[in-house]
């Protein structure tokens, strides 16, 4: 899976560039920016149509630590330099959005949470403008509603929280329909963590890569499953794989 090497002020300059160009005419459609985290390597070994997708986006972010270890095992110095996950690079968009006069839609969760999400933004950075919102729990024949909504609001970034790997295949379905947008960017859950209702993982079980032992014990329950399926294959993927890599060149 192609994965950007960018750190966070990379990655956060590369957007206010994206949103000047396509406000000037030079950006002919909407950047799709997607994560990739222990959920997307199981996928894109699965799932030929998810795979494709991820191929297609512009730029794909390590989101998970598991893909900066994986990238670092194959390349060592020149792999990845840090994890980007997408609950951290929603506030430092959000900063960089509120200094520049960028605005946000929000789609995703159910009407509370993204609600609540638009309120708490809202509240944390007063200069953010937020253009639009819509929960994800539309039907599929509303679609073109939904799209027609994000083109009034004029907003400059979409954060798309419909899950994997809904909110990737929606991503790359509107990415030429959009008028305005200068990035979509898929944000699973985040809408959650910013209205506290899922915690983060204290840091150092961050730094260890331990984030996913935390939402389990303390999230949905419909997550343990996720995580036993898709982590020890992503594993098993790195280990097949990106450790073979490190090893041969020795």
């Known amino acids: 899976m192609p994965v950007a090497i960018v750190g966070a002020d990379e990655l956060t300059e590369v957007m206010l560039e994206d949103v000047q160009r396509r406000r000037s005419g030079k950006l002919n459609r909407a950047t799709t920016v997607f994560s990739s985290n222990a959920q997307a390597m199981s996928l894109y070994a699965s799932d030929e149509k998810f795979a494709r997708t991820m191929d297609s986006a512009d730029i794909t972010h390590a989101d998970g630590q598991i893909v900066v270890w994986a990238s670092r095992l194959s390349y060592g110095n020149l792999g990845i330099p840090e994890r980007t996950a997408t609950t951290d690079f929603i ?12 605005s ?4 995703g969760g159910v009407e509370e949470i993204n609600r609540d999400c638009a309120e708490k933004l809202a509240e944390m950075y007063p200069d953010l403008k937020l253009a639009g919102r819509h929960h994800g729990y539309f039907d599929p024949s509303e679609e073109d509603e939904v799209v027609a909504d994000i083109n009034a609001s004029g907003a400059d970034i979409l954060w798309v929280g419909l899950g994997k790997p809904k909110e990737q295949f929606f991503s790359e379905r509107v990415a030429t329909k959009l008028d305005h947008c200068a990035w979509i960017v898929t944000c699973g859950g985040c809408f959650h963590y910013i209205v506290g209702d899922y915690a983060r993982a204290p840091d150092w079980m961050q730094a260890l890569g331990l984030e996913w032992l935390h939402r389990v014990a303390t999230g949905p329950r419909h997550l343990i499953g996720r995580y036993m399926r898709t982590l020890p294959h992503a594993l098993s993927i790195v280990l097949r794989k990106d450790v073979p890599n490190r090893f041969g060149r020795r």
């Open 91 to 102: 506030h430092w968009a959000a900063k960089a959005a509120a200094a520049n006069g960028l």
């Open 104 to 107: 946000f839609y929000l789609l």
